[in-house]
């Protein structure tokens, strides 16, 4: 494997490999890896939170995955990342998501983004109350992968810290892409 491909953290691989497997079960999951190379199932197969995993890698376990489920891999990604993201925001900061502003909120995603992928970089701000933009930068022709996750991850994040409506698009732009987060405001 090319340590020059984009990885995301193991951490992060751990938990979707963790979801996805209760979603679909351990016999599909044994099914998509069977037809998938050596080195492509022993690397996701031997993830571990400390590492990192080449994205292409989570693509093609879930491309073969989601084929066991009967869908696609964009469906069944952000319904694994949901599942994963609500899990982890709901176990350790529930609390503390509630009581935080639009701002705190906002702000801390360059730094999850930071610690997720090895590549590019986001620069987050609240132009106006229920409205945030976030731009990834240094990463031109971004994989999908990364960018619907992160799109989940803002619309999960804002949602869990009790934000009504949340809709998060995402345009692809020459130095990455761009977010535009939505959320009800309350008067």
Request: aromatic content about 6%; glycine content about 8%.
């Amino acid at each position: 494997m090319s340590s020059s491909d984009p990885q995301v953290s193991g951490a992060l691989a751990c938990g979707l490999r963790e979801v996805v497997a209760e979603i679909v079960g351990a016999s599909a999951i044994d099914r998509a890896l069977g037809r998938l190379s050596v080195d492509v199932r022993a690397t996701y197969s031997g993830a571990l939170p400390v590492g990192w995993v080449p994205i292409r890698v989570m693509e093609a376990v879930f491309r073969e995955i989601a084929v066991e489920a009967g869908t696609n891999v964009a469906d069944l990604h952000v319904r694994v990342a949901r599942t994963s993201i609500e899990r982890t925001f709901r176990r350790f900061l529930r609390m503390l998501l509630k009581i935080t502003t639009d701002q705190a909120l906002v702000s801390r995603t360059p730094v999850i983004f930071a610690r997720s992928y090895d590549c590019g970089r986001l620069e987050a701000k609240i132009p106006e109350p229920g409205r945030g933009v976030i731009t990834l930068l240094d990463w031109p022709d971004a994989p999908d992968w990364p960018l619907r996750a992160t799109r989940v991850g803002i619309e999960t994040v804002l949602s869990i810290a009790g934000r009504r409506d949340v809709r998060v698009t995402c345009s692809r732009t020459s130095s990455g892409a761009i977010f535009f987060a939505n959320w009800g405001v309350s008067r």
